[in-house]
DNA sequence: TCTGCTATTAAAACCAGGTCCTAATTAAGT
DNA sequence: ACTTAATTAGGACCTGGTTTTAATAGCAGA
């Protein structure tokens, strides 16, 4: 009663559908020389779903992927704003921001927070940003708490430049460099607006 | 001959399968109120695969694309990736990245597209936005579609310079330089120093 | 040798979610 | 009334399975 060959197809027919989920049970007879039922067993014994199954989960986990982008609109608290001079806001790291791996937050919320807050600041009916230096200190991980102080500090007919600073507790994380577009009375661009939306 | 009932249901159609792909046609016969048959016309006319089909096509996208990278970490449908050498991705400007008023595309979330990909572009399993230097070119609307393309110009043992360039047809509407911190322990990795422009 | 056990294979019924084809019915335009 | 487009209905067939029930092969122990 030869045991390991059972076993051995065992790991082989997980390895086979692992590098390939593609494949189906008829396919698997062929590189395995083992019947179809014999086939069906295993993946019943190792927990394998069918092939129709699988697909739909790799579709599902792509799937929330796309759709839970969680960058809306305004991203963090503001807590406090003195338009054309500066601005606070706070934004709390969680589970959808994060590399799962690692548990550090993706560069693009940190700087999403500044951004939005960047642009907030502006008091113009249209505010864009137009370019941005900025630099992330250190990582930030699950569960922090981002407090975010945007600064104007200059601010022209058409272009305003803001540093915002954003802090863990007393640590500085990151920081950035703003230069802002506003529209100073319709010119320059093609499309103005009223004030983006506010919570 | 009301025409008009079936261009709009042709409409809904598209809508509810893409917002939900995961839809049967028996559902659909439920939720626009016609036969099963008319559905299966319907999407013979417009084109719409199967849910399976439609599923398998999710997963293979999801699977060749990204098949080391948890995908769901990155914005964007990777089309291409050549580790440590370039990359593109595809990012479609959707209701919820634009300022509601302006139609125009909030500036995080195309720099989310292309931080993703420069991260995305790092051949390692830690790779971390270090700082960016960026610039918004000209702005992003609703409903277009930004390619970004991210080429490596340098790779060190602990930084990578990454170069990306996003485009909508074939104006550029962003570039921005980035640094990306590697974890540099792992691999050894000590093939790539400088690259050429590719497209 | 018979019994018992595992592993394998086979066969048949059934299912979801369709395609493909033919035909009937309905609605509406002129 | 006649024509045409749109819709509905029905049945055969397909893939890639599940589930169940049975038969068969191979070997071990008492």
Do not use: W
């Not at 189906?24 to 295993?42: G, M, N, Y």
């Not at 960058?71 to 921001?97: C, P, T």
């Not at 863990?168 to 920081?175: I, L, P």
């Amino acid at each position: 009663m030869e045991r390991l060959p059972k076993r051995q197809r065992h790991q082989q027919l997980s390895r086979l559908i692992e590098e390939n989920p593609f494949i189906t049970d008829r396919e698997l007879t062929r590189q395995l020389k083992v019947s179809i039922q014999t086939i069906r067993l295993d993946r019943l014994e190792l927990g394998i779903p069918e092939l129709r199954e699988r697909l739909k989960l790799m579709a599902e986990r792509s799937y929330d992927s796309v759709r839970s982008l969680p960058l809306h609109e305004v991203i963090g608290d503001i807590v406090d704003l003195q338009l054309d001079k500066s601005g606070i806001s706070m934004f709390e790291i969680r589970g959808e921001h994060i590399f799962s791996r690692t548990g550090i937050a993706r560069g693009h919320h940190v700087f999403a927070q500044a951004n939005s807050l960047a642009v907030a600041v502006i008091n113009d009916e249209i505010a864009l940003t137009a370019s941005a230096d900025i630099r992330f200190v250190r990582q930030v991980k699950l569960g922090e708490k981002c407090i975010a102080k945007a600064y104007v500090r200059s601010a022209g007919r058409s272009k305003a430049k803001v540093e915002v600073f954003t802090y863990v507790g007393e640590e500085m994380v990151f920081q950035g460099h703003f230069i802002i577009y506003r529209s100073a009375g319709e010119h320059g661009i093609e499309e103005v607006d009223e004030r983006a939306d506010r919570d």
